[in-house]
């Protein structure tokens, strides 16, 4: 049997949190870079499968292949983190600069290797600029406008709206980080992370790492955004929403519904440092 107890998953989490809490800057930065260059690689295929079908749907069907890559290669993505690290904080496994810290340098890998694949993929969308009325170009024109313009003319409601939508993606995604860890097989881990994962795509949720590409992506193909349109309507709101969707719907909650738990004979306890914390995928 390879199916993992929710009461190891969840000292899984706290193990994962402080592994990704300990790494140096330069591992922050390359695998941020890498997760986030590969889920915008996902968000064009998502973008490339809804244009071929015309069925929206099928684009989150397929979105969660990025996500697969990222959990198995062991890369990171901080929006999965936000489930994991908090909770290594709040049980005294790492500290909240260490958090920080984390944050920061991931989020920056995020911000270079999606605006990497922004440049090449806009390029090939256009073929060098000569084709602007691409589909695949204008949709993501289309949807940077979507994500920042339409925000901003609702006002205050715009913000709230926007949060709200972040805090239900990351519900999601960090679930599917969680799921990932109920397996001790790669279909097993894949078959159960891509559910979540699926489920915040395919309802239009907002999430700050795709978004780090769309926007941008948007912006360098002629969408009317703002540089001020992205970051106050779109991913400074996101990314607060995601940390509270992560870190309390999922990392909290779930670590409530199973600290009773009695671990199993010879386990790590919650909250007892391991001889070797065991890193884990994003």
């Known amino acids: 049997m390879d199916f993992v107890k929710p ?41 490339t499968a809804a244009a071929q079908t015309k069925i ?22 901080v929006t999965g983190s936000f489930a994991l690290i908090p909770l290594s904080v709040l049980l005294k496994r790492t500290t909240a600069r260490r958090m920080l810290k984390n944050y920061f340098w991931v989020i920056a890998g995020h911000l270079l290797g999606c605006l990497t694949y922004a440049v090449l993929y806009g390029l090939t969308a256009t073929k060098m600029g000569s084709e602007m009325t691409s589909p695949l170009a204008q949709t993501l024109i289309a949807t940077a406008e979507a994500k920042t313009l339409a925000y901003k003319h609702m006002g205050t409601d715009g913000l709230i709206l926007v949060v709200i939508k972040a805090v239900l993606c990351n ?18 881990k894949i078959a159960a992370m891509w559910l979540p994962i699926l489920t915040f795509f395919g309802q239009g949720f907002e999430h700050a790492v795709v978004n780090m590409f769309v ?5 360098m193909l002629g969408a009317h955004v703002s540089l001020g349109d992205w970051w106050l309507w779109n991913q400074l709101p996101v990314l607060l929403g995601n940390f ?38 994003a």
């Not at 990932?180 to 097989?185: F, H, I, L, R």
């Open 171 to 188: 519900w999601m995604v960090t679930l599917g980080v969680v799921m990932a860890m109920t397996s001790s097989s790669t279909i097993g």
């Open 56 to 77: 929206g749907m099928a684009g989150a069907l397929i979105f969660p292949v990025g996500f697969v890559m990222i959990v198995l290669l062991g890369l990171e993505l």
């Open 215 to 219: 926007i941008p992506a948007g912006m």
């Open 7 to 47: 009461s190891e998953v969840l000292k899984a989490m706290v193990e994962s949190g402080t592994a990704k809490a300990e790494m140096s800057a330069a591992q922050m930065v390359v695998r941020g870079f890498l997760g986030g260059a590969i889920l915008a690689f996902a968000t064009t295929l998502a973008f």
């Open 244 to 281: 509270i969707g992560g870190a309390f719907f999922t990392g909290i909650l779930f670590y409530l519904s199973q600290k009773g738990e009695r671990p199993a004979k010879g386990r790590v306890k919650i909250g007892v440092e391991p001889s070797v914390p065991a890193e884990r995928s």
